[in-house]
């Protein structure tokens, strides 16, 4: 069966779209049986509507639940992220802004993203960046102008490398091995131990966010380790078919599902949209909160803008920065404030809501 998908199957897309080829998976300690969440940061970044209704048990009606966005209090009594765990390594090497290896049961290669100008006593949240198919964790920096964006929104991203033996880059179809998924799990848990050992990261504000292939292995790592993550960004990903299903997370955890429309295929044997649209009824059935965003450029980089001064993704960071993990389980400061004036017109909340964009598409399809 691998070697029937290994000369078809193509996963890249958005930030810049390639197709390769690699293979197998699972997760540590886990026994294969996805857990719960994480999270928290400085605060919503510009172009965010504010505080929500009843923000930090502040404001709304009387009895409605606390709200709010990585940065304000906890509310007495909210749940809060599993502390980061310990290093499997013994003592972490030491990390510096751009290039890093670690050893996590393989020595692995992944890039490090800190604000210029970070300062003393700053919280930023963590933001886990996950490369598509025939890209790198360089490609993903540059073409995601995450430098710009990590200074003008105020995170720490970690960009991994792939390993290099997977056909679909990371650990997400149904015919690989649980301890493949497991080595995967074991680097995002050894990345969240160290950057959270040397940065004063804000535990309830890490999330992860992937594209294409990344978006596949994001989803799943949604589900493995949603007592770490507040939330999750899946663009073009999603579960089912030769992908592995949803994993139901013991937490219910925000979530960003983008994709582009009816045509975002990778030589049109693989469906983002099937993918993503089964991606979203797990949601719904499961009780998370989601966007759902429809770009309808097929499997390409997603047209969107960010504000003078902003990188273009700034709408996507701003999900992150205004969902902290102690928010009540399928809650979000949009259910009451609406969506940020930065999200792009095609996206709604709930499955079925969005309205797909219509027009030219400046970045049309290819693999």
Not at 212 to 224: E, F, I, P, R, V
Not at 273 to 285: I, P, R
């Amino acid at each position: 069966m691998l070697a029937r998908f290994a000369g078809i199957v193509c996963v890249g897309f958005a930030l810049s779209l390639a197709c390769g080829g690699e293979s197998e998976e699972d997760s540590p300690g886990s026994g294969g049986q996805p857990s719960g969440g994480s999270g928290g940061s400085t605060g919503g970044s510009a172009g965010s509507t504010g505080g929500a209704a009843g923000a930090a048990g502040t404001g709304g009606a009387a009895g409605s639940p606390a709200l709010g966005r990585c940065g304000d209090p906890v509310p007495p009594g909210a749940p809060t992220a599993k502390a980061p765990p310990k290093y499997s390594g013994g003592a972490c090497p030491k990390l510096v802004a751009g290039p890093n290896t670690i050893t996590s049961t393989a020595e692995r290669k992944f890039v490090l993203v800190v604000p210029k100008d970070l300062k003393a006593g700053e919280k930023p949240p963590l933001i886990f960046l996950w490369h598509w198919l025939g890209g790198d964790a360089q490609d993903f920096v540059s073409k995601g102008e995450i430098q710009a964006a990590v200074d003008s929104q105020r995170f720490i991203a970690v960009v991994p490398e792939k390993k290099g033996d997977l056909l679909f880059v990371w650990p997400v179809e149904i015919i690989q091995s649980e301890p493949r998924v497991d080595e995967e799990l074991t680097l995002f848990d050894d990345l969240l131990a160290c950057v959270s050992e040397q940065f004063a990261v804000d535990p309830n504000c890490v999330s992860s966010a992937g594209v294409s292939a990344g978006a596949l292995w994001t989803d799943q790592l949604a589900a493995y380790r949603s007592d770490y993550l507040a939330s999750f960004v899946s663009l073009s990903g999603g579960v089912g078919g030769v992908i592995r299903a949803w994993g139901n997370p013991a937490r219910k955890l925000p979530g960003l599902v983008l994709w582009g429309g009816p045509t975002d295929t990778c030589g049109g044997l693989l469906s983002f949209n099937t993918l993503s649209a089964t991606l979203e009824k797990e949601l719904e059935a499961d009780g998370h909160f989601f966007l759902e965003c429809v770009h309808n450029c097929g499997h390409s980089e997603p047209p969107m803008a960010g504000a003078a001064g902003f990188s273009k993704y700034q709408s996507l960071w701003q999900f992150v920065m205004d969902h902290p993990y102690w928010l009540p389980k399928g809650q979000s400061p949009y259910l009451t404030d609406g969506l940020p004036k930065v999200m792009p017109e095609w996206c709604g909340i709930g499955k079925g809501s969005a309205t797909p964009r219509t027009g030219a598409c400046s970045n049309p399809s290819q693999c």
